[in-house]
């Protein structure tokens, strides 16, 4: 992978005359900009803070395990499929994708299990084992999640929304879909077994809204589950950066490593490039900023005042909860135990409600459960499991000291797994490692260590997020979790094909 630590550009510069972008960050919006800027003419830098491209996609590895940091769940393969095209390759020959089915198991509290998967019959005979009275509601849902995924996924995913008249283009079918309802009160207005509820509205957590209030629009994930699948990438989600960052040196472009940027330059009113913490200037004829967009403009434009992102309007912004995870490996296997498994807590919407508003640590709690090792054996050494427990928490605006809170929180996690699914798991662990709200703050530079950016709420979505076509600079650009269409996988990558709408062509600076 080219990726190097302090380097001197001067030479990689002398005989490339594209204009220049500079991308701030490695996740996976900041590598999709950088495959968009490279097919449209530009010479790419990516300048990543830390000793790896992926940002929340990292990986861990110790003990011969190996752990993927972020996001797991890979729906709508054809939006990463279409960055390989876009290099004249085919994403298969690096990336091998494996369709999971079941999709993923939930386990309710009191031991029953539902199942999702694309199969229709399976479906039908899932929801009627549960509540054969809901299959009919079941398919109706559907049927809306449908219409959802038209109005706010095919319509609405890669077109910016930057000003007034295209937010009013985009209203009608947002209402007509009812965006004000919240996703939750959707899925039970068309089943009524509260276990199908919950496995029908859970999905916003995992870009970081609040089910009892994201919009019913991201309905839609139930839809594109079925329609598309959900795959797991054998290496585990991290070769797709592996894969993505083999790209952009096809190109002739590089991701820097080791390169923390300390602040945008500008002159009057336009980016001019980046200076790092180390002193150096690197000019550049366009900037990217796949940096939390708090981050961007209070920090790295600090020496701008502010038109619309003031400290005081980010601070002001409800922002998403954080994450508690566990990563560890166990010297057995579990091989009862599904690739994703949601485990569902006693109580739903007053644990949301402890999360993101009352920002208080639940005695009791819902966890998400990745063990890999189903799938692809080789994220383990022979005989063993690797895994990882997430546990949606409070962001730091929360009085939680992680400090003295993460070892019994922990502690509490691996009690409850072992009661429940994963039989003497406390003598099996031969390796942990932990990741709570405060790395989100220090070492991926989130906003009140929120793990997703600003709350999907209704009155922060599309034209009231901030621009992927920066409101503060000229020749600045926003892609990633914080802007629009925002969080998950599907959201941060379109992110980046939003810019094929709001960037130049690199001609027009040549």
């Known amino acids: 992978m080219m990726t190097h630590h302090n380097p001197d550009l001067g030479t990689a510069t002398v005989n490339d005359p594209r204009p220049h972008a500079i991308v701030i960050g490695s996740g996976f919006g900041g590598l999709a900009a950088a495959v968009r800027l490279g097919a449209r003419g530009y010479r790419v830098t990516i300048l990543e803070r830390l000793d790896q491209p992926g940002g ?33 390759r ?10 999971l089915d079941p999709f993923y198991t939930i386990r309710y509290d009191n031991g029953d299990v539902f199942r999702p998967s694309a199969d229709t019959q399976r479906m039908r005979q899932e929801i009627g084992r549960l509540n054969p009275s809901d299959v009919e509601g079941y398919e109706r849902y559907l049927q809306e999640s449908e219409r959802c995924f038209e109005a706010g996924f095919i319509n609405l995913i890669d077109t910016p929304v930057d000003t007034v008249p295209r937010m009013m283009a985009v209203m009608p079918s947002l209402v007509r879909r009812r965006a004000d309802r919240s996703v939750f009160k959707l899925a039970s207005k ?21 089910p009892l209030r994201t919009t019913g629009m991201m309905s839609l994930i139930s839809y594109l589950e079925k329609e598309y699948g ?14 993505l960052a083999k790209l952009i040196q096809s190109q002739g472009n590089s991701i820097l490593t080791g390169a923390d940027v300390d602040e945008i330059t500008f002159e009057g009113n336009a980016a001019t490039g980046v200076r790092l913490a180390d002193g150096m200037t690197i000019p550049s004829d366009i900037v990217v900023s796949n940096a939390d967009p708090g981050w961007t403009y209070t920090r790295l434009l600090r020496k701008r005042p502010a ?25 057995r296997t579990y091989g009862e135990v599904d690739h994703h498994t949601i485990l569902m807590g006693p109580r739903y919407e007053h644990l949301l409600t402890d999360i993101f508003d009352r920002k208080i640590l639940a005695d009791d709690f819902s966890l998400y459960l990745y063990r890999p090792t189903k ?23 929360a009085d939680i000291d992680w400090e003295t809170a993460a070892e019994p929180y922990r502690k509490k996690l691996e009690a409850y797994l072992e009661q429940t699914l994963l039989p003497g798991l406390s003598n099996h662990v031969v390796s942990s490692k932990l990741l709570t709200p405060t790395a989100f ?8 260590g929120a793990a997703f950016g600003i ?10 997020r901030p621009h992927n076509k920066s409101e503060e600079l000229d020749n600045l650009f926003m892609v990633g979790a914080g802007t629009h269409p925002g969080a998950g996988l599907p959201g941060v990558i379109s992110s980046a094909k939003i810019l094929d709408k709001v960037v130049p062509h690199a001609s027009q600076f040549a």
């Open 455 to 464: 709350e999907p709420t209704l009155f922060q979505l599309a034209w009231f």
């Open 56 to 88: 929340r996609a990292r990986r861990f590895r110790q003990d011969g395990f190996t752990f993927d940091a972020g996001p797991t769940i890979i729906t709508a393969p054809f939006i990463l499929e279409e960055l390989w095209t876009l290099c004249g």
């Open 230 to 243: 959900v795959h797991y990438a054998m290496g585990g989600t991290h070769a797709l950066v592996e894969g």
């Open 441 to 448: 703050k220090d070492d991926l530079l989130s906003i009140k």
């Open 90 to 99: 085919v994403m298969a020959d690096d990336i091998a994708l494996v369709p």
């Open 190 to 210: 068309y089943v009524a077994d509260r276990r199908l509820r919950l496995a029908l509205s859970f999905h916003p957590l995992f870009i970081g809204g609040n």
């Open 375 to 397: 799938t692809d054996p080789g994220m383990a050494p022979p005989g063993c499991d690797s895994f990882y427990v997430l546990s949606p928490v409070p962001n730091l605006e």
């Open 307 to 331: 038109k619309r992102w003031t400290a005081k309007k980010i601070a002001r912004s409800r922002h998403s909860m954080s994450l508690f995870v566990w990563y560890f490996g166990t010297n």
